[in-house]
């Protein structure tokens, strides 16, 4: 599946309905639930208060999804093209990073 | 480009260096970061101290892909197929939503 | 209450436990948890799927309670006197907004 | 100094503006960037890519009081009274908590 694809999933499944895109401040406010969600996932598994195996990432799989849900609604509201923002990214970091890290002998 | 190309972007990106993947807790903060800069951009085009216009959307762009290297470095460092994982999500998705907002006419 | 007693509240609170304050990672986490928790009861007041009434601010109230219960985890946890801090804010908040935004008539 | 006094230091500072409180989405989406800093914080001083040293917490300290500027414009502008609210929710706590993590010996 392209990351074509799953911007049309969402644009596909936003359309069925009146409401549209939510505005980029309302996108924000569920991208953090989202997140605030996987924390507490990673914070279960990791953290303090372990209540569940590490092993066990099905809820980790979906609240990532449910980010990348948030992150393709402001892409598709702003006309985004995520594949050409991404090769753009790649090109800047391995440019910015490659005397970043120490690199493999 | 495929979900699995943009995996395998991160896993070669991260394979060069001696690092590995940064620990959960640490890919959350990281996360985090990156949210943050997303919702400085937000505020910055809608909010009330406007500096940017609202047809500028390089760096929402990029902080956007910023986000998804995250969750890609959370992916990959607990071997979850996002491709499959997104599948499972839209199914879900259309299930529980078809009641949730009013459809279109 | 002064914020000193605040934070005195939450260092007896941690003092009762074996497990002492959490690591400053984990407190990043939990302060993600508690401010997409907040997210989410501002989404449901103001935002698009509106489910509670504006009126209604009880969970508000206790959400800002969690966030600044873990402000004051990674305040004591680093020996940051909070009213030493704010006093520092809110002076270098008066220098540098004074020209920032419109005063009134 | 009380947590009344802080909420009246934000109320002052806000009342020189035309401005008035941000709305809530503001707020939320401002208080998403300063926890944004306090990770970057956090990352870097226990983060892999350490850049500085634990013992140099004013950066910390500052992102705190950003934090906390945010919770107190949500507070003040939804007439909550936090020195209430906290009372209330350190009750909570403790009735909650007592039997949660393991008490000292």
New interface residues.
């Given amino acids: 599946?392209?990351?074509?694809d799953?911007q049309y999933?969402v644009h596909k499944?936003v359309?069925?309905?009146?409401?549209e895109y939510?505005?980029?401040?309302?996108i924000?406010?569920?991208?953090?639930?989202?997140?605030?969600?996987?924390?507490?996932e990673?914070?279960n598994?990791?953290?303090?208060?372990t209540k569940k195996s590490p092993e066990d990432?099905a809820d980790?799989?979906?609240e990532?999804?449910?980010?990348?849900?948030a992150?393709i609604c402001?892409?598709n509201s702003?006309?985004?093209d995520?594949?050409e923002?991404?090769?753009?990214?790649?090109d800047?970091?391995?440019g910015r990073?490659?005397e970043?890290?120490?690199?493999?002998g």
Same sequence: chains 1, 2, 3, 4.
């Fill in positions: 599946m392209s990351i074509k799953a999933d499944w359309q069925q309905f009146k409401i939510f505005k980029p401040m309302e924000i406010a569920q991208m953090m639930e989202e997140v605030g969600e996987l924390s507490r990673i914070n598994r990791y953290g303090p208060r990432t980790i799989e979906q990532l999804c449910d980010i990348m849900f992150i402001m892409a702003h006309n985004i995520l594949d923002a991404w090769k753009k990214k790649m800047k970091q391995y990073d490659k970043r890290f120490e690199l493999k």
